[in-house]
């Protein structure tokens, strides 16, 4: 079925609405990161870049590292923005923008969330590196697409929603599996696995107190102590359950991978968190490339 100019939106030069780019300006394996100066600390350790866009909090770069082509686009903060690109990346894999119907053959893409994160466990020490072997959404966005059941974990979403008690004035929590086969690429001594909790806010949703008092005030304690057969809460940040969701449901692989910028038991900060962030970089792009 085709789609109405309303539905899938084009700019003049025939580029995705908000990404700005067009089919040829992608690559397969796809960096995306919270920060859009994020971006240029990914691709200037890229051999070439071909192509640059940028519109609003979304900025793109393409190139080749070690003869890998590689798309580093920002997504900027939430899953709300989550939605926009994965829909329009994904649109630019598959789908035919002149005629606006589904190509017949699909196009797998992999995403490689690099982010920012604050650890939930006492363990896991602000500089280092985590994995989300899950995500677990907490923003409710795959809610709005249909099937998306298929790609959550009923058993251990109910397990968690008991466990912390959440309230049904919320939007029910989501568990989705990262890419085994990206994890089997980035994961080494170097780094920490667990579940990735993606909040819809930076405070309240993350249990910080700054004049108005989370709800509930122990989240992050209730979070800290869930565990279901040894799968436990490593992190907080706000892009990953998205990420991971809507790739499953679309049947692209994605993973992400944090640096820890800051511990929220210890209630410590990075004393260098670009320092950080720069060291994940380097260490996922090697792990990516070679
Ligand atoms: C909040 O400071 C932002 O940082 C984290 C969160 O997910 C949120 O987007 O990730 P990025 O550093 O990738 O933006
Ligand atoms: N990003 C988040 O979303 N939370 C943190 O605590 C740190 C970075």
């Not at 995306?32 to 866009?53: C, L, Q």
């Not at 590689?70 to 894999?93: F, H, P, Q, R, Y």
């Not at 017949?104 to 920012?116: A, E, W």
């Not at 059941?149 to 008991?162: G, R, S, T, W, Y």
């Amino acid at each position: 079925m085709s789609k109405a100019a309303s539905e899938l939106v084009l700019n003049a030069d025939g580029s995705v609405y908000h990404c700005n780019i067009r089919p040829e300006h992608l690559a397969d394996t796809i960096i995306t990161v919270g920060d859009p100066n994020r971006v240029e600390k990914v691709s200037r350790h890229f051999d070439t870049i071909e192509h640059t866009a940028s519109k609003r909090e979304i900025v793109t770069h393409t190139g080749t590292l070690n003869g890998k082509r590689l798309t580093v686009i920002s997504t900027g903060m939430g899953t709300d923005n989550i939605d926009i690109v994965l829909s329009e990346l994904d649109a630019l894999a598959n789908i035919d923008l002149e005629t606006g119907e589904i190509k017949k053959d699909f196009r797998k893409l992999s995403f490689v969330r690099m982010g920012t994160s604050g650890a939930l466990q006492a363990d896991i020490p602000v500089d280092s590196f985590v994995i989300g072997s899950h995500g677990l959404g907490l923003d409710g966005l795959l809610h709005y697409y249909v099937g998306s059941e298929a790609v959550m974990n009923k058993e251990v979403e109910d397990a968690f929603i008991k466990h912390v008690d959440w309230s049904s004035n919320k939007a029910r929590p989501y568990l989705v599996k990262g890419s085994d086969l990206l994890l089997d690429k980035l994961a080494s001594e170097k780094t920490i696995q667990g579940v990735t909790a993606t909040a819809c806010g930076f405070y309240g949703p993350q249990g910080r107190y700054l004049r108005l008092q989370p709800n509930p005030a122990d989240i992050n304690e209730r979070l800290t102590t869930f565990n279901y057969e040894g799968l436990r809460i490593s992190n907080f940040e706000m892009e990953t359950s998205a990420i991971y969701g809507l790739s499953a449901m679309m049947g692209h692989e994605a993973l992400s991978i944090n640096a820890i910028v800051a511990n929220r038991i210890l209630g410590e900060f990075s004393a260098d968190s670009y320092k950080a962030v720069d060291a994940m970089i380097e260490y996922s792009l090697e792990k990516l490339t070679k």
